[in-house]
């Protein structure tokens, strides 16, 4: 028990302390997807469009507003510098399931959820 104890903690140590995180996200038809809805630093992120519809991506800092909206289309892949405490929003406006790959640079202790 404790050898596995001390594997989880290990590996949960490298995982927290590494600034990179890699994901295929998943947004159903009508949905967005929100990174970063919380207090943290800057960070970036290199998001490809891997469904078949645009989507939307823009930024929204935690205290209210909305800014720097992009359309990304199908196949195309953007980079977004990600201002402290500022979430991104990826919204997808189609009626099937949207697929993003994303690359998180910087500050990774970001909240993420889904939003309709």
């Not at 009508?30 to 943290?40: D, R």
């Not at 630093?41 to 490809?48: A, D």
């Not at 929204?60 to 991104?88: C, F, M, W, Y």
């Not at 993003?100 to 309709?116: F, Q």
Request: overall charge positive; some cysteine; proline content about 2%.
């Amino acid at each position: 028990m404790k050898k596995v104890l001390i594997a989880f903690t290990s590996v949960a140590f490298i995982g927290t302390s590494c600034s990179t995180l890699r994901s295929t996200t998943y947004i159903k038809a009508q949905e967005s997807f929100v990174l970063g809805n919380n207090e943290h630093g800057q960070f970036s992120v290199k998001l490809k469009n891997a469904s078949t519809s645009n989507i939307e991506v823009w930024e929204a800092p935690i205290g209210g507003g909305r800014h720097s909206q992009v359309i990304v289309k199908p196949n195309e892949t953007v980079k977004v510098s990600v201002d402290k405490n500022t979430a991104l929003r990826i919204e997808n406006k189609a009626n099937d399931q949207a697929a993003v790959e994303l690359l998180v640079k910087g500050d990774t202790g970001l909240s993420m959820g889904y939003k309709k």
